[in-house]
């Protein structure tokens, strides 16, 4: 073949090429592509002759998404990651790649070799929000001690909608709750801390967000959730709550608990609006607790 193709011929290589790689003749498929100089065709030969370092310098100068990711592939289930390492950088500045090459990683166990891969992608000059937001998924799913960290230093590269899913998927609902609030989305985090409370509910993180809700409702079912899971803090979220939360409402949900003694320092701090339903309930109060002089 070496001698055949030096000396002058008629023939087509390129097609020559392409069936002795189909009859896995790859030798001989070596030597006719690089005669023809087709780079993509011989970094394929390359990956089957088990040559990972003249396969990813062929995809080099190839420089095609496609071979990146058919020398990358073949370098993962090799088990050699360096190359793996180089391709795929190559690959994950494309988004429309970035999905194929997750998949195949973790097909085949491979998280930790996934992430650090990613984690490099983040650093490169062609980076784009979707590293970011993959790297955050990825840590949810294998590293889920990371992922708070991430949150808070790549906010504004992440997909939000996108990662959220992936939290709720995995449970991870503080790290749910700090996105709902990078994205404005108030309601939705003080929703989140109620419905999981174990592990999501604080109380500071709960007063960050509470006083900006839309959903007024919301008002309402944290007085019932405190009533129920911290009683002993009620009187500081009404307090907080005072110039925003309908009195008289307040008022009658706690009436109809038969708890509505339990606010009674949230009814004297607001006493000086002079609502009728907070006197009266200051007022049933006193006389149930024979407070002669606070009823005077």
């Given amino acids: 073949m070496e001698s055949f193709i030096t000396d002058p011929n008629q023939a087509d290589i390129l097609k020559t090429g392409d069936r002795c790689f189909d009859g896995k003749l790859y030798n001989a498929a070596e030597l006719l592509y690089i005669k023809a100089g087709n780079n ?67 097909k085949f166990g491979y998280s930790e070799e996934l992430i650090n891969l990613l984690e490099q992608g983040m650093a490169h000059q062609k980076t784009h929000n979707g590293i970011f937001t993959d790297v955050g998924i990825m840590y949810a799913k294998y590293q889920p001690q990371r992922l708070m960290d991430h949150i808070n230093q790549y ?30 989305q108030f309601d939705m985090a003080v929703t989140t801390m109620m419905e999981h409370s174990p592990s999501a509910w604080k109380h500071d993180i709960f007063a960050q967000n509470i006083i900006k809700i839309s959903n007024y409702d919301l008002y309402y079912k944290a007085m019932m959730f405190y009533l129920e899971e911290e009683p002993m803090l009620l009187n500081d979220l009404l307090k907080l709550l005072g110039q925003r939360i309908d009195l008289n409402k307040c008022v009658s949900v706690m009436k109809k608990t038969g708890y509505i003694a339990l606010i009674e320092p949230f009814l004297k701090s607001v006493q000086f609006q002079n609502v009728a339903a907070v006197n009266e309930a200051l007022n049933e109060i006193y006389l149930e607790k024979q407070d002669y002089s606070s009823l005077r």
């Fill in 40 to 106: 993509q065709k011989l970094a394929q030969v390359y990956v089957m002759l088990q040559k990972y370092a003249l396969a990813l310098e062929a995809a080099r100068k190839s420089n095609i998404p496609k071979v990146w990711k058919a020398v990358c592939f073949s370098c993962v289930r090799a088990g050699e990651f360096k190359s793996a390492s180089i391709c795929g950088l190559n690959i994950i500045i494309h988004p429309d790649h970035l999905e194929d090459l997750i998949q195949h990683y973790e």
């Fill in 155 to 184: 906010s504004s590269r992440l997909h939000i909608p996108r990662l959220i899913r992936a939290c709720e998927q995995w449970q991870m609902w503080p790290e749910a709750v700090q996105l709902h609030q990078k994205y404005d």
